[in-house]
C-alpha cells in the first residue's frame, strides 16, 4: 500500500510541475514524493538493482544527446570554448569552496552540488565519492529551477515572448522495436560493465562511454521511450528521496537562504561572461546569455530552439561544459575538498 501511495503522489506531483512547466519534471516530482515519505516515517527502500538499471538508463539517454557533429562546432571557436567554460567551472568551485569554507554545508557536499550542469549525473556520482546525495540534489536541482526561470524571464524580456511551452509528453509514441532491444542491450551491458569494474558512479558512466562508441560508429540508433526514461527518472528520484529524513530537511531549510544566494551569485557571475562575450567575440546578447547560463541544459535547449538565437552555438556551450565537468568534476571536487580540510586543520 505504500508503494502504491508513492506511485501516485508521484504522478500527481509530475503532472503538476509539468503543468506549470517545471524543468525534471519526471524525476522532481518522484524525488519530492519520495521526500514526503521519508520524512513521514513511511519507510520505503528500493532495490540497489533497479537503481543501477535507471542510472544506466540516464547515461543512455545523456549519450544519445551528444551527436558526435556537436565537436565539430566545439572545435571551429575552442579558444572561446575553453574560456567559457573554464570561467563558469573556477566561479562555482570557488562559491562551492565559500559555502564549504562558512559551514553552510559539509565540504565535498557543497564542492559536488555547486557544480554546473549534469544536474542527475552530479547527484549520482556524488555519493559515490562520500557526499550528501541528499543536499547535492537539493543544491543542484534548486539551481536548475532558477536558472529557466531567469533564462525564461531574461528570453521573455529580450524578445517581447514567453517562448514555446514543452512539448506534451507522449509515453506511448511507436519506436523501432530492433532499434530499442539493441539499445536494451547497451543498457545492460553498461550495469554489467559498472559491477565487473567496480567503479563510483559506474552504471551511468558506463552506459554513457559504451552507448557513446556505438551510437558515433553507427551501430546501434539509441531509442529510449518516453514512458522508459519515466521509469528511469521515478526510480533515481525515489532512490534519492526515500533517503530523506526530517532532521536532513530541516538542515537544508536553514541553509536554504544562503544556498539561493550562491545560485543567484552564480547566475550573476555568467550573466557578466556573456557581456564579455558580446563585447569582444561579437555574440549577440541573448545567445551569449543562454550559452553561458549555468545548467539546465534541456530548458535551455526548449527556451533557445523558441528564439532567435544561434542554436548550436548555445547547446555547443552548454554540451562542452556538460562533458567537462562530468569527467572532471570527481577530480576538482576531491581537491577542493581536500585543501579545504587542510585549511580547517
Same mark, same amino acid.
Given at each position: 500500500? @505504500?508503494? /502504491?501511495?508513492?506511485?501516485?503522489s508521484?504522478?500527481a506531483l509530475?503532472?503538476? =510541475?509539468?503543468?506549470?512547466?517545471?524543468?525534471?519534471?519526471?524525476l522532481?516530482?518522484?524525488?519530492?514524493?519520495?521526500?514526503?515519505?521519508?520524512?513521514?516515517? +513511511?519507510? =520505503?527502500?528500493l532495490? @540497489?538493482?533497479?537503481?543501477?538499471?535507471a542510472?544506466?538508463t540516464v547515461? &543512455?539517454?545523456?549519450?544519445?544527446?551528444?551527436p558526435?557533429?556537436?565537436?565539430?562546432?566545439?572545435?571551429?571557436?575552442?579558444?572561446?570554448?575553453? =574560456?567559457?567554460?573554464?570561467?563558469?567551472?573556477?566561479?562555482?568551485?570557488? =562559491?562551492?569552496?565559500?559555502?564549504?569554507r562558512? @559551514?553552510?554545508?559539509?565540504?565535498? %557536499?557543497a564542492i559536488?552540488?555547486?557544480?554546473?550542469?549534469?544536474?542527475t549525473a552530479? &547527484?549520482?556520482?556524488?555519493?559515490?565519492?562520500g557526499?550528501?546525495?541528499r543536499?547535492?540534489?537539493?543544491?543542484?536541482?534548486?539551481?536548475?529551477?532558477?536558472?529557466?526561470?531567469?533564462? &525564461?524571464?531574461?528570453t +521573455?524580456?529580450?524578445?517581447?515572448?514567453?517562448?514555446?511551452a514543452?512539448?506534451?509528453?507522449d509515453?506511448?509514441?511507436?519506436?523501432?522495436l530492433?532499434?530499442?532491444?539493441?539499445?536494451?542491450?547497451t543498457?545492460?551491458?553498461?550495469?554489467?560493465?559498472?559491477?565487473?569494474?567496480?567503479?563510483?558512479?559506474?552504471?551511468m558512466?558506463?552506459?554513457?562511454?559504451i552507448?557513446?562508441?556505438?551510437?558515433?560508429?553507427?551501430?546501434?540508433t539509441l531509442?529510449?521511450?518516453? !514512458?522508459?526514461?519515466?521509469?528511469?527518472?521515478?526510480?533515481?528520484g525515489?532512490?534519492?528521496?526515500l533517503?530523506?529524513?526530517?532532521? /536532513?530537511?530541516r538542515?537544508?531549510?536553514?541553509?536554504?537562504?544562503?544556498?539561493?544566494?550562491?545560485?543567484? %551569485?552564480?547566475?550573476? /557571475?555568467?550573466?557578466?561572461?556573456?557581456?564579455?562575450?558580446v563585447?569582444?567575440?561579437g555574440?549577440?546578447?541573448? &545567445?551569449?546569455?543562454?550559452a553561458t547560463s549555468?545548467?539546465?541544459?534541456?530548458?535551455?535547449?526548449?527556451?533557445?530552439?523558441?528564439?532567435?538565437?544561434?542554436?548550436?552555438?548555445?547547446?555547443?556551450?552548454? %554540451?562542452?561544459?556538460f562533458?567537462?565537468?562530468?569527467? %572532471?568534476?570527481?577530480?576538482?571536487? +576531491? !581537491?577542493i575538498?581536500?585543501?579545504?580540510?587542510?585549511?580547517?586543520?
Amino acid at each position: 500500500m @505504500r508503494w /502504491i501511495g508513492l506511485i501516485l503522489s508521484s504522478a500527481a506531483l509530475v503532472a503538476v =510541475l509539468e503543468g506549470i512547466h517545471i524543468p525534471a519534471a519526471l524525476l522532481l516530482g518522484p524525488m519530492f514524493a519520495g521526500i514526503g515519505f521519508a520524512a513521514s516515517g +513511511r519507510t =520505503l527502500k528500493l532495490s @540497489r538493482p533497479l537503481f543501477n538499471c535507471a542510472q544506466a538508463t540516464v547515461g &543512455t539517454m545523456i549519450a544519445s544527446a551528444i551527436p558526435a557533429s556537436i565537436f565539430q562546432e566545439i572545435a571551429r571557436d575552442w579558444p572561446l570554448f575553453v =574560456l567559457c567554460v573554464g570561467s563558469v567551472i573556477v566561479a562555482s568551485l570557488l =562559491l562551492g569552496g565559500v559555502l564549504a569554507r562558512f @559551514r553552510v554545508l559539509p565540504g565535498s %557536499t557543497a564542492i559536488w552540488g555547486s557544480s554546473p550542469g549534469a544536474a542527475t549525473a552530479m &547527484t549520482l556520482m556524488a555519493e559515490s565519492f562520500g557526499a550528501d546525495v541528499r543536499l547535492v540534489a537539493f543544491m543542484q536541482y534548486l539551481r536548475v529551477m532558477v536558472v529557466a526561470l531567469v533564462a &525564461t524571464l531574461v528570453t +521573455r524580456i529580450w524578445t517581447g515572448d514567453s517562448g514555446n511551452a514543452s512539448p506534451a509528453l507522449d509515453f506511448f509514441a511507436p519506436v523501432a522495436l530492433s532499434s530499442f532491444l539493441f539499445t536494451l542491450l547497451t543498457i545492460a551491458a553498461g550495469v554489467l560493465a559498472a559491477r565487473l569494474l567496480r567503479i563510483s558512479a559506474g552504471p551511468m558512466l558506463m552506459a554513457l562511454i559504451i552507448a557513446s562508441v556505438v551510437q558515433d560508429v553507427g551501430w546501434v540508433t539509441l531509442t529510449l521511450p518516453q !514512458w522508459l526514461l519515466a521509469l528511469a527518472y521515478a526510480f533515481v528520484g525515489w532512490g534519492i528521496g526515500l533517503r530523506f529524513s526530517a532532521e /536532513i530537511i530541516r538542515y537544508a531549510a536553514h541553509a536554504f537562504p544562503r544556498v539561493l544566494l550562491s545560485v543567484l %551569485t552564480l547566475v550573476a /557571475i555568467c550573466g557578466g561572461f556573456a557581456f564579455l562575450l558580446v563585447e569582444f567575440a561579437g555574440i549577440d546578447p541573448l &545567445t551569449a546569455y543562454l550559452a553561458t547560463s549555468p545548467g539546465g541544459a534541456d530548458s535551455v535547449a526548449i527556451i533557445a530552439a523558441s528564439s532567435n538565437v544561434d542554436m548550436p552555438f548555445v547547446m555547443a556551450m552548454q %554540451t562542452g561544459r556538460f562533458i567537462v565537468v562530468m569527467f %572532471t568534476g570527481p577530480i576538482l571536487s +576531491r !581537491w577542493i575538498a581536500n585543501w579545504m580540510a587542510r585549511r580547517s586543520a
